[in-house]
Nanobody
Framework: QVQLVESGGGLVQPGGSLRLSCAAS????????MGWYRQAPGKQRELVAV???????NYADSVKGRFTISRDNAKNTVFLQMNSLQPEDTAVYYC???????????????WGQGTQVTVAS
């Protein structure tokens, strides 16, 4: 089985910064894509940023220039550095991994439990 464990959420003032981490563990052969999604109250879950094993990135327009996604392949960990946070960034942030399992070599998506980010003065 595979687990994604997130950390780094919290309360921050507008203009502040937070860094989220997500570590994948378990029966993993290879991780194809890791990324972050978020869901605000009353809204659908949306993509924030993703990073492929080849180093390609994709960001939501709303976070371009403020958020940076990075990855430690050796530790199966993805990070999201969030700068210039605004109240509209308030949401539960979920880590996602698209990976090949080491037992069946099938491709599956896994989700973390979510971490709350609140931006308020």
């Amino acid at each position: 089985q595979v687990q994604l464990v997130e950390s780094g959420g919290g309360l921050v003032q507008p203009g502040g910064s937070l860094r989220l981490s997500c570590a994948a563990s378990g029966s993993i052969f290879r991780i194809n894509v890791m990324g972050w999604y978020r869901q605000a109250p009353g809204k659908q879950r949306e993509l924030v940023a993703v990073l492929t094993s080849g180093g390609s990135t994709n960001y939501a327009d709303s976070v371009k220039g403020r958020f940076t996604i990075s990855r430690d392949n050796a530790k199966n960990t993805v990070f999201l550095q969030m700068n210039s946070l605004q109240p509209e960034d308030t949401a539960v942030y979920y880590c996602n991994a698209n990976l090949i399992g080491a037992m069946t070599f099938g491709i599956s998506d896994y989700w973390g439990q979510g971490t709350q980010v609140t931006v308020a003065s």
